[in-house]
């Protein structure tokens, strides 16, 4: 069965959840699907730098002021290039708003946009924070789907178990792991799915995995986007035997198994 929402929540902060959404995002897009990804991460607005120009509303201005979804989103420059869409809801505002963003009216109002963006994509993902703040707990308590993005390192390794603990404690569970900026050493073997760095180049923002894949870190994405929304891609990649890279030293031992 494919899901249509997923949570991404950082088991740290910098666990690099941002630029994987837009990863997600830009190759289930690159599939010929219709994607939008929702800030959640307020704090940051990383998703905002995958933009340009003015962002007037944000996420946080629908949260406060009760505004469509369809006012926030922004078209996501590689959108061109690919056989779908992709759409980003970015924040960018003033502390005041950011602070009122995260109370638990806005909150439940988060979780009425994501519903609203499940009925107008075929896949929305959301760029959560650790789960402390009431827009964290929305994310993880109405997305179809909750995946734990966590830094491939024993810190990640310790940052996972106290995040599962954490979506417990607010109802809610974890459907899946996965391991960010991996070697194919990486301590974190019990993740479903793992991402290399990106050794991409060019423009700062613009996904490494569309629309010409990034021979190392595209097939990593497109077997991660898989995991989350328990989905089939029909996407095609060069052979990994022409780099020095096999896709299946980045499958972790629990799918290997």
Excluded: W, Y
């Amino acid at each position: 069965m494919t899901h249509s929402t997923a949570a991404l929540v950082g088991a740290t902060g910098g666990a690099g959840t941002t630029r994987l959404a837009v990863e997600l995002g830009a190759t289930l897009a690159r599939d010929g699907r219709e994607v939008a990804v929702l800030d959640a991460a307020f704090a940051t607005e990383g998703l905002a730098r995958h933009l340009s120009g003015r962002i007037d509303p944000d996420v946080t201005t629908l949260l406060t002021e009760d505004r469509p979804l369809a006012e926030g989103l922004r078209e996501h420059p590689a959108t061109a290039d690919l056989a779908g869409r992709l759409e980003l809801c970015p924040a960018r505002g003033p502390f005041e708003r950011l602070a009122r963003a995260k109370t638990a009216d806005a909150a439940q109002r988060f979780s009425a946009l994501l519903a609203e963006a499940a009925e107008r994509f075929d896949h929305v993902l959301v760029d959560a924070p650790p789960v402390a703040a009431n827009q964290a707990v929305a994310a993880v308590t109405s997305a179809d789907r909750v995946t734990v993005v966590a830094p491939a390192s024993e810190r990640g390794v310790d940052a996972v178990q106290r995040t599962r603990g954490r979506v417990a404690d607010v109802g809610a569970s974890v459907d899946a792991v996965v391991a960010n900026r991996a070697d194919p050493e990486h301590p974190l073997r019990s993740a479903d799915a793992a991402v290399p760095v990106s050794d991409a180049s060019g423009v700062e923002g613009a996904p490494a995995s569309a629309p010409d894949p990034e021979a190392t870190l595209a097939p990593a994405v497109a077997n991660a986007a898989e995991v989350i929304f328990d989905a089939e891609l029909e996407l095609t990649f060069e052979d990994p035997g022409l780099f020095d890279f096999e896709v299946g030293e980045f499958v972790p031992d629990a799918l290997s198994q």
